[in-house]
């Protein structure tokens, strides 16, 4: 059995919230295993006292980084030298920048330069400049919100407009996604399609449309059917 891909995550505390940091980490199981966990920020500020008790609890690996100018961001510097001499040592499989700023833009791009996979997570108010240049970005508004129930789950009373409309927001990228594969059949492998919708869109996630998978997402549009094809694997077809 194949390892899990090494992961070096590395964490702007200058710049995310510790309260989602438990639920990054549980997100980040999936694609690996944080072989490397660092953290950065000026400790001796109080602004990072909540960062100081999430670090020790979860075994992060603090690093100072003393601004020895004001409105110099040191901590964006440092990680990115010790981004480089990680990838440098050649002992990782990818990269996961836990940041919001678009400073690292250029980092997660030299990082693919090099073969490897770059996850990024942060608000969605990151810039696209950061979202685009990763394999993946992840926000953290679907982490710690409560995705809706599955498609077959009774719906909840009186839900709101942005709650109906939602789901019809990501039929364009869904459609785009399917000309991409190019496939002249009527139907398509759900997971190629997921898989397409990531490479095109990095930033894309059923979550950020109120559900918790992709198949939900498909039947909750109203656009899309989604059945079982040979070997019990799900596939989609476009109902226009």
């Not at 059995?1 to 710049?15: E, G, Y």
């Not at 940041?99 to 942060?122: H, K, M, N, W």
């Not at 809706?148 to 409309?165: G, I, L, N, V, Y």
């Not at 198949?215 to 799900?234: A, I, P, W």
């Amino acid at each position: 059995m194949p390892a899990d891909p090494r992961l070096a995550v590395l964490i702007d505390a200058d710049n995310i919230p510790a309260r989602h940091i438990e639920a990054v980490l549980d997100e980040l199981a999936a694609y690996g295993e944080p072989s490397v966990r660092r953290v950065y920020g000026d400790w001796s500020s109080s602004a990072l006292a909540q960062w100081k008790e999430k670090a020790r609890s979860l075994g992060l690996v603090m690093h100072q980084q003393s601004a020895n100018t004001r409105g110099k961001n040191a901590s964006d510097i440092g990680l990115v030298i010790d981004a480089m001499d990680i990838l440098h040592a050649g002992k990782v499989d990818g990269f996961v920048l836990v940041s919001s700023d678009s400073d690292f833009t250029r980092l997660a791009s030299r990082i693919r330069e090099d073969g490897l996979q770059v996850i990024g997570v942060g608000e969605k108010k990151t810039p696209e400049s950061l979202r685009n240049v990763c394999n993946r970005f992840i926000f953290l508004e679907n982490l710690s919100a409560s995705p809706e129930p599955a498609a077959d789950a009774p719906a909840p009373a009186r839900p709101s407009r942005a709650e109906k409309d939602a789901p019809s927001k990501a039929i364009p990228l869904i459609l785009a996604a399917m000309k991409k594969i190019g496939v002249e059949e009527d139907s398509y492998s759900l997971g190629q399609l997921g898989n397409v919708l990531v490479q095109l869109y990095p930033d894309f996630d059923p979550r950020s449309y109120g559900s918790a998978k992709l198949s939900d997402l498909l039947k909750r549009t109203g656009r899309f059917d989604v059945t079982k094809g040979e070997g019990n694997h799900l596939m989609v077809r476009d109902k226009a």
